[in-house]
C-alpha cells in the first residue's frame, strides 16, 4: 500500500515562496497521476493542482495558475509544489493525492485513492 508523507510547510509572509514535498513509500507512483488539494477551516478540500504519471501534463486551479507549479521526480518517488507570490488566502492545509485510474483531469476529492496527512501552510499578510 502506498503511503504519502508532505512535508514543506510553513509560515511565510505574503508575497513568499514555499516549496512543498510528498515523498511516497511502499510502492511506485511510476504509473499514477498526482494532486495537490488544500483545505481551509471550515472548507471544503479544494483541488490545486494535477500532473500525470509522465510529468507531461500539468493542470491547475484558477485561483493558483501562473503562480504554482507541480512536478515530479518518479526516480525519487516525490511530487513537488512550489508556491510563489504567496497570499493570505492560500492559508490551508496542503495534502497530496495519488490516482491510479483513467481519467484526466479529475478535480475531485472523491475520485483519489490514498492521501497524505496534509502540511500546514499559513501565509501572514
Known amino acids: 500500500q502506498v503511503q504519502l508523507v508532505e512535508s514543506g510547510g510553513g509560515l511565510v509572509q505574503a508575497g513568499g515562496s514555499l516549496r512543498l514535498s510528498c515523498a511516497a513509500s511502499g510502492g511506485t507512483l511510476r504509473s499514477y497521476a498526482m494532486a495537490w488539494f488544500r483545505q481551509a477551516p471550515g472548507k471544503d478540500r479544494d483541488f490545486a493542482a494535477a500532473i500525470t504519471w509522465s510529468g507531461g501534463s500539468t493542470y491547475y486551479a484558477d485561483s493558483v495558475k501562473g503562480r504554482f507549479t507541480i512536478s515530479r521526480d518518479n526516480a525519487k518517488n516525490t511530487v513537488y509544489l512550489q508556491m510563489n507570490s504567496l497570499k493570505p488566502e492560500d492559508t490551508a492545509v496542503y495534502y497530496c493525492?495519488?490516482?491510479?485510474?483513467?481519467?484526466?483531469?479529475?478535480?475531485?476529492?472523491?475520485?483519489?485513492?490514498?492521501w497524505g496527512q496534509g502540511t500546514q501552510v499559513t501565509v501572514s499578510s
Open positions: 493525492a495519488v490516482r491510479w485510474t483513467t481519467g484526466w483531469p479529475v478535480l475531485h476529492p472523491n475520485d483519489y485513492d490514498y
